[in-house]
């Protein structure tokens, strides 16, 4: 495959970059650019990863991102509850902040926990999300020792979009379920192209607190809303495009705190807030130029609850990248990214602000049965001085078909405020925590089939985590040694109709290296198996979960396993039927000790696509 100037490259960190631009070009099912900076087949990206596209997220009928997550390879998601209660996300065992979450190519992840609010992202601005396992710091920086979740929203780019487009959704379903989405475009012949979706959802919820385990605590029921708005504006010249995303998102989360009288009503608000201008331009054949300037913004308002509080986190970035072809099969990516990091709180933190600069460089190439991957980074932070980070990969194919690949890279996570600055706990003389990472493994890819084999060692010191005197500072190591097995799959069955298969089977042992107990909320063993069938004028689908036993809060949280159906029929060319059946054999199960998950529920919705 040539690496050349033809595709568009983004340069995106975790300070936001120009990914956007790359949908720009109609993206093919078996293509990725989060793996390596580089639009490649995804059968070809040295780090593992997964894509899903619009139709795989409208088939799953997942009601928020968290769902639709959770039934990916390696991936464990916990929540304090149902919807709109915080998510965490573990990859391959990997801390979750160690996850770094991009929504077009802006750090989702807040500046107090490096944590991503997940739970408040809307599906409906959603095209397509790649998924990067394992260390990739020296193409993202800090927070990217676990992997990479890269969420691109729907736009109005490449061939085949002009003229207007709209579609409309509605879901109701248990808990007092209901949603409404509606999306709508444009792209005029002479490349002016706007996009514009809206969602609101609300759920009455359930009492998410296990009362009899957290005692004293409010058995009331626990809701949720959300409301969301966005919108692209794009136009396309003869050697590039520009681009100007605005979204914002309001949500509500009802909860029980530990703190306070048991008949409180505890609530918080939350705004996501992102701002993207990007763009990019062809100078030649063989070198491509990118630019963005970009804001992102996470703000948490407790106000009802016993000790209220408020913190809000914003970073903004300027970036420029290019990509040089050399020559065939050989290609060079750059970047600098400039980052203002600034937390605002109802807490005095000693300090408030920060800065960033980063510099990187890349190297891809591959020839006949052989393939490299190089990158170097430096980041330099105005309150932690330097860090270096590298990633070389190596992959040799055996036949077309059959690949072995092996890869070694270093990582680091930068110190959060609250870890340096809260002002009851917090030490400023923290060091980055650090990574060591190395994969070996093998793949096989068929027109209609594909697996992979994955052996994968992790090594991390100084973590960061509390003393004796509840004091941050960097006193853990932990390593998490494990080997993940993935198939996927389509084929047409005579008499049977078109299939969709996927199953997954990942064996780990995430352990804290000083102590040698097992890592909290991770399991050992994770499974997943899916199944999409054509039954007639009906797409159904089968979704199997594992998670092993866990432990929490020195207590051990039970093995589950979840079972979810989905059905699907278009009632006319313009109007479709959706239903799902979510945890069918109402498994009672926690993934945080202290917190209930969702039973058994039902849903049914309707999706309009009208011909305009």
Same mark, same amino acid.
């Given at each position: 495959? +040539?690496?050349?100037?033809? *595709?568009?490259?983004?340069?995106?960190? %975790?300070?936001?970059?120009?990914?956007?631009?790359?949908?720009?070009?109609?993206?093919?099912?078996?293509?990725?650019?989060?793996?390596?900076r580089?639009?490649?087949?995804?059968?070809?990206?040295?780090?593992?990863?997964?894509?899903?596209?619009?139709?795989?997220?409208?088939?799953? &009928?997942?009601?928020?991102?968290?769902?639709?997550?959770?039934?990916?390879?390696?991936?464990?998601i916990?929540?304090?509850?149902?919807?709109?209660?915080?998510?965490?996300?573990?990859?391959?065992?990997a801390?979750?902040?160690?996850?770094?979450?991009?929504?077009?190519?802006?750090?989702?992840?807040?500046?107090?926990?490096?944590?991503?609010?997940?739970?408040?992202?809307?599906?409906?601005?959603?095209?397509?999300?790649? *998924?990067?396992?394992?260390?990739?710091?020296?193409?993202?920086?800090?927070?990217?020792?676990?992997?990479?979740?890269q969420?691109?929203t729907?736009?109005?780019?490449?061939?085949?979009?002009?003229?207007?487009?709209?579609?409309?959704? #509605?879901?109701?379903?248990?808990?007092?379920?209901?949603?409404?989405?509606?999306?709508?475009?444009?792209?005029?012949?002479?490349?002016?192209?706007?996009?514009a979706s809206?969602?609101?959802?609300?759920?009455?919820?359930?009492?998410?607190?296990?009362?009899?385990?957290?005692?004293?605590?409010?058995? !009331?029921?626990?809701?949720?809303?959300?409301? @969301?708005?966005?919108?692209?504006?794009?136009?396309?010249?003869?050697?590039?495009?520009?681009?100007?995303?605005?979204?914002?998102?309001?949500?509500?989360?009802? $909860? !029980?705190?530990?703190?306070?009288?048991?008949?409180?009503?505890?609530?918080?608000?939350? *705004?996501?807030?992102?701002?993207?201008?990007?763009?990019?331009?062809?100078?030649?054949?063989? /070198?491509q130029?990118? %630019?963005?300037?970009?804001?992102?913004?996470?703000?948490?308002?407790?106000? %009802?609850?016993?000790?209220p509080?408020?913190?809000?986190? &914003? @970073?903004?970035?300027?970036?420029?990248?290019?990509?040089?072809?050399?020559?065939?099969?050989?290609?060079?990516?750059?970047?600098?990214?400039?980052?203002?990091?600034?937390?605002?709180? !109802?807490?005095?933190?000693?300090? @408030?602000e920060?800065?960033?600069?980063?510099?990187?460089? #890349?190297?891809?190439? +591959?020839?006949?049965?052989?393939?490299?991957?190089?990158?170097v980074?430096?980041?330099?932070?105005? !309150?932690?001085?330097?860090?270096?980070?590298?990633?070389?990969? $190596?992959?040799?194919?055996?036949?077309?078909?059959?690949?072995?690949?092996? @890869?070694?890279?270093?990582?680091?996570?930068?110190?959060t405020?609250?870890?340096?600055?809260?002002?009851?706990?917090?030490?400023p003389?923290? =060091?980055?925590?650090?990574?060591?990472?190395?994969? %070996?493994?093998?793949? $096989?890819t068929?027109?209609?089939w594909?697996?992979?084999?994955?052996?994968?060692?992790n090594?991390?010191?100084?973590?960061?985590?509390?003393?004796a005197?509840?004091?941050?500072?960097?006193i853990?190591?932990?390593?998490?040694?494990? *080997?993940?097995?993935? /198939?996927?799959? +389509?084929?047409?069955?005579?008499?049977?109709?078109?299939?969709?298969?996927?199953?997954?089977?990942?064996?780990?042992?995430?352990?804290?290296?000083?102590?040698?107990?097992?890592?909290?909320?991770?399991?050992?063993? /994770?499974?997943?198996v899916?199944?999409?069938?054509?039954?007639?004028?009906?797409?159904?689908?089968?979704?199997?979960? $594992?998670?092993?036993?866990?432990?929490?809060?020195?207590?051990?949280? +039970?093995?589950?396993?979840?079972?979810?159906?989905?059905?699907?029929q278009?009632?006319?060319?313009e /109007?479709?039927?959706?239903?799902?059946?979510?945890?069918?054999?109402?498994?009672?199960?926690?993934?945080?000790?202290?917190?209930?998950?969702?039973?058994?529920?039902?849903f049914?919705?309707?999706?309009?696509?009208? =011909?305009?």
């Amino acid at each position: 495959m +040539k690496l050349t100037c033809k *595709v568009l490259v983004a340069s995106m960190a %975790v300070s936001p970059m120009a990914i956007s631009h790359a949908l720009a070009q109609t993206f093919l099912p078996d293509t990725v650019i989060t793996a390596s900076r580089v639009m490649q087949r995804a059968q070809d990206a040295l780090p593992d990863v997964s894509v899903l596209t619009r139709a795989d997220i409208e088939r799953s &009928q997942a009601k928020d991102v968290p769902t639709l997550l959770q039934n990916l390879a390696g991936m464990e998601i916990t929540q304090s509850g149902g919807m709109g209660g915080v998510a965490s996300l573990f990859m391959r065992g990997a801390e979750s902040r160690h996850a770094l979450v991009l929504v077009d190519g802006l750090p989702m992840n807040n500046l107090n926990f490096n944590l991503a609010a997940l739970e408040h992202l809307p599906l409906n601005g959603i095209e397509r999300i790649e *998924v990067v396992r394992g260390n990739v710091s020296s193409l993202y920086g800090s927070a990217a020792l676990g992997g990479v979740i890269q969420i691109f929203t729907r736009q109005n780019a490449g061939e085949g979009l002009k003229g207007p487009w709209l579609e409309a959704s #509605g879901q109701v379903g248990s808990e007092g379920f209901r949603s409404a989405q509606v999306s709508a475009g444009q792209k005029w012949a002479s490349g002016f192209g706007v996009n514009a979706s809206t969602e609101t959802t609300e759920s009455k919820g359930f009492n998410a607190i296990n009362s009899l385990q957290r005692l004293g605590t409010n058995p !009331d029921r626990d809701g949720y809303s959300h409301t @969301s708005h966005a919108v692209n504006l794009s136009q396309e010249f003869e050697a590039g495009r520009m681009g100007l995303m605005l979204r914002e998102t309001h949500a509500t989360v009802q $909860y !029980d705190s530990q703190w306070g009288p048991a008949n409180q009503a505890d609530e918080s608000k939350s *705004v996501l807030r992102n701002v993207l201008l990007n763009g990019s331009y062809k100078a030649s054949k063989d /070198l491509q130029w990118d %630019v963005s300037v970009g804001q992102q913004e996470d703000k948490l308002n407790a106000a %009802v609850t016993a000790y209220p509080y408020f913190v809000n986190s &914003q @970073s903004q970035t300027s970036a420029v990248g290019a990509v040089w072809t050399l020559w065939p099969n050989h290609s060079i990516t750059s970047g600098y990214e400039n980052t203002r990091q600034k937390l605002a709180s !109802d807490t005095e933190y000693s300090l @408030s602000e920060r800065t960033l600069n980063s510099l990187r460089l #890349g190297y891809q190439a +591959k020839l006949e049965n052989q393939q490299w991957q190089l990158n170097v980074r430096r980041d330099q932070y105005s !309150d932690l001085g330097n860090a270096s980070t590298w990633y070389a990969g $190596y992959a040799y194919f055996v036949t077309p078909d059959l690949r072995l690949k092996a @890869s070694s890279s270093t990582g680091f996570m930068a110190p959060t405020f609250n870890d340096l600055y809260y002002p009851w706990g917090g030490n400023p003389l923290l =060091k980055p925590e650090q990574a060591r990472s190395n994969e %070996v493994g093998m793949q $096989y890819t068929q027109a209609s089939w594909n697996a992979r084999l994955t052996a994968f060692e992790n090594r991390y010191t100084d973590l960061i985590d509390n003393d004796a005197n509840w004091t941050r500072t960097n006193i853990a190591k932990a390593k998490n040694q494990g *080997v993940e097995v993935a /198939l996927a799959g +389509k084929w047409q069955l005579p008499g049977v109709g078109a299939q969709q298969w996927r199953l997954s089977f990942t064996s780990q042992d995430p352990q804290n290296e000083i102590t040698h107990q097992a890592l909290a909320r991770r399991a050992k063993t /994770l499974a997943q198996v899916g199944l999409l069938q054509s039954i007639g004028k009906w797409d159904t689908g089968i979704q199997w979960r $594992y998670n092993g036993a866990r432990t929490d809060d020195s207590k051990t949280l +039970k093995s589950y396993a979840v079972l979810d159906f989905t059905a699907s029929q278009a009632l006319t060319p313009e /109007l479709r039927l959706n239903m799902r059946l979510e945890n069918a054999g109402n498994a009672n199960y926690q993934t945080i000790y202290g917190y209930n998950m969702p039973k058994r529920g039902v849903f049914a919705g309707l999706n309009w696509t009208p =011909k305009l």
